[in-house]
C-alpha cells in the first residue's frame, strides 16, 4: 500500500505531500506521546496523532516515518506544516478521532497484504 | 570530525534542530540508516531534556572512522538521582511539557537503549553532562 493509495482510499486531506507519495506504507503507529514514538515506532508507518505542534514533524523526520495523521479534522499550525514541507514529510488529516482512523487504516492494510499474497 | 550546538531551556521551537542536522551529515556519510536513526534518536531525546529542564547547553559531536561520540552539557537543575531518573515512567517535567507529549519518563530509558554506551554525569544545581557513544561497525 503506498501513501498515495492510502489517501485516496482513506479521502485523507493532503497538507504536505512529503518528499514520495509512492512510498511504501509499513503500518501504522498510534500515539500522543513523542518518546513512544521515538522509542517504538518503526520506519516508515504512519503515525496518527492529535498532537499538533513542531516537534511532532522533528519526531518523523528523525525516525523516518512515512507521514503524520492529524486526527479530529485539526489544520496543521502554520509553524507545523512550514516545516513538514521543508523537512519533506508527508502531513494529512481526518476528521475522525484516532480509534476510528487506525480501525480503517488497520483494515485496508491487512487486506492489501492478502491481495498481495 | 567535529560539529557543535547550542541549546536555549524552554525553547521547543528549536529543539530537534542539532539531531536533524546530525541525521543530514551521517546520510552524507552514507553509514548504516539504523545506526544513523538511532544515533538520532539518543541525541533528540538528550535535546528534549535540556529545553525541558535546563537553562542552557551545548551538544559536541564528534566523527571518527571508529565511532560517534555525543556530549551533551547543560548549565540547570541537575539530576538529584540518576537511577531513578533512568526509571521508565519516572519523570519531573511541567505539565505544559507533559501537554506537548514529552516528560512520559522515556527519554533517558529510549537514550540508553538507543546508545552503546550512554554516561551521565550531574551536579544537583550547576548542570548535567550526557555521553553517548555508538559505534561504526
Redesign the interface.
Known sequence: MTLRNLIAELDLRVFAEGRDLDRKIAGGYASDLLSDVMGHAQQDTLWITLQNHLNVVAVASLKDLAGIILVHGQDPAPEVLQKAVEEGIALLGTPDPTFETCARISLILSRDEEDSR | MEYSYTISGGD??H??EA??HL?RILKSLNLD?VLI?RT??AL??AE?NVVAHAWNGKVMVDISPDEIVIVVKDAGPGIEDIERAMQKGYSTASPTVRE???G?G??L??MK?NSDSLEIKSDPGVGTEVRIVNKIS
Open positions: 521547543f521551537t529543539a530537534g539531531s536533524s541525521k540508516p536513526r538520532v534518536v533528540y531525546e528534549v506537548m507529549g514529552f512520559a522515556m527519554g530509558f529510549n537503549s
